[in-house]
């Protein structure tokens, strides 16, 4: 079964940092980009950047430009979305989502991983 | 303020035919390819039907979708109360080079 699996529930402090992870399984992962979106409480859904897992090629929404960092590790078809100073509005939920080549196209998803930063 | 535009709300007694619409511009629709994806309460987003030049594609039974310029519609036939849901359209920007999303459209079954 093609899937994508992310990590657990996050509760940090405004200034921690955090990486939260996304793990391809069922599939060839070098070959399929993995995004990630955030849906902030409500329900508008952000795009905030994509990485191609073969050669690391990472692209970045102009909005979430320098606040994140995507990252991934071929050898255990693992993609990060990561955090070096949380900020409160970073509390949100956030998705992993393949897509298959280069039609802008997110067939399989992630569970999702809340992360909430509170003082 | 999101760049494609849904109607907040839409609804139907079941059996009944919904349709939601999207409307984009040039720069999105108007060039790229437009998928519309379901999201159940508390669930992940789940993608429906996408469209290509080559037409749509996907999930066909009661869902059906198509794009004329900067406009894109998602047609549900037959409403079943597991469509309660909300409905999302999405394409490509090429201006803002990025992936967008329109504002949501919640499906109730009346």
């Known amino acids: 079964e093609v899937q994508l699996a992310q990590s657990g529930t996050e509760v940090k402090k405004p200034g921690e940092s955090l990486k939260i992870s996304c793990k391809g399984s069922?599939?060839?992962?070098?070959?399929?980009?993995i995004a990630w979106v955030r849906q902030m409480a409500g329900k508008d859904l952000e795009y905030m950047g994509i990485i191609y897992p073969d050669d690391s090629d990472t692209r970045y929404s102009p909005s979430f430009q320098g606040q994140v960092t995507i990252s991934v590790d071929k050898s255990t078809t693992t993609a990060y979305l990561q955090w070096s100073s949380l900020k409160a509005s970073d509390s949100a939920m956030y998705f992993c989502?393949?897509?298959?080549?280069?039609?802008?196209?997110?067939?399989?998803w992630g569970q999702g991983t809340l992360v909430t930063v509170s003082s | 303020q999101s760049e494609l535009i849904q109607p907040p709300s839409a609804s139907g007694t079941p059996g009944q035919r919904v349709t939601i619409s999207c409307s984009g511009s040039e720069s999105n629709i108007g060039s790229n390819t437009v998928t519309w994806y379901q999201q159940l309460p508390g669930t992940a987003p789940k993608r429906l039907i996408y469209i290509t030049d080559q037409g749509p594609s996907g999930v066909p039974d009661r869902f059906s979708a198509s794009k004329s310029g900067t406009s894109a519609s998602l047609a549900i036939s037959g409403l079943q109360s597991e469509d309660e849901a909300e409905y999302y359209c999405?394409?490509?920007?090429?201006?803002?080079?990025?992936?967008?999303f329109g504002s949501g459209t919640e499906v109730t079954v009346l």
């Open positions: 069922g599939y060839t992962f070098t070959r399929y980009w």
């Open positions: 989502a393949r897509q298959p080549g280069d039609v802008h196209s997110f067939d399989i």
């Open positions: 999405a394409a490509w920007d090429d201006r803002l080079k990025g992936y967008v």
